[in-house]
């Protein structure tokens, strides 16, 4: 009897203190990760649409990132205690990435309603966060987007600091 208290009360501490439990779907967190190693090039270079079948990303809700890409989406696909980190880019119909053909940025919006989207050179991101609600999430992400954009603006004004120091010698 007391072996049977002690275990369950053991348990009730390991489920209440967090531990034993992911905190996130990990079935399905696994089950992307491996179709992601198991792709050619990590799917870079896989059009979007195959991709998304491959991850079944089909009805996932998603949120635009910030991409320095001229013709580029992140997306973040939200599931239960993670999320998909997933960089696009657009192209003419019949010109895939690392082909040498060249086209046009003009016509953009043209171009992205009626081009290819591929998944780009930026390889998918699986973050485990433990987060559930796609706005906290979202929140957090844009905070530290602003926060690396005010570091590097510290940054550049220390290095032109010590430059402007180091003509004036």
């Not at 034993?20 to 799917?43: C, F, W």
């Not at 390889?123 to 602003?146: A, C, G, I, K, Q």
Request: charged letters at 20%; a neutral charge; aromatic letters at 10%.
């Amino acid at each position: 009897m007391t072996r049977i208290l002690a275990t369950t009360i053991a348990a009730a501490l390991l489920v209440f203190s967090g531990c034993g439990v992911p905190g996130y779907d990990k079935a399905r967190y696994d089950k992307m990760e491996h179709a992601i190693l198991q792709s050619t090039n990590m799917l870079a270079g896989m059009q979007l649409s195959e991709a998304s079948k491959l991850l079944s990303l089909e009805g996932v809700r998603w949120d635009e990132g910030y991409t320095t890409v001229p013709l580029g989406q992140e997306r973040i696909y939200h599931f239960p205690g993670f999320c998909l980190r997933l960089e696009i880019e657009v192209r003419p119909l019949g010109i895939t990435p690392g082909s040498t053909q060249s086209f046009s940025y003009i016509g953009e919006g043209e171009l992205r309603s009626n081009g290819v989207w591929w998944v780009s050179t930026f390889w998918p991101h699986l973050e485990v966060d433990r987060l559930s609600d796609p706005r906290t999430r979202m929140s957090n992400y844009w905070d530290n987007v602003n926060a690396s954009f005010r570091s590097h603006g510290a940054k550049t004004k220390i290095i032109e600091s010590r430059m402007q120091t180091q003509t004036n010698k």
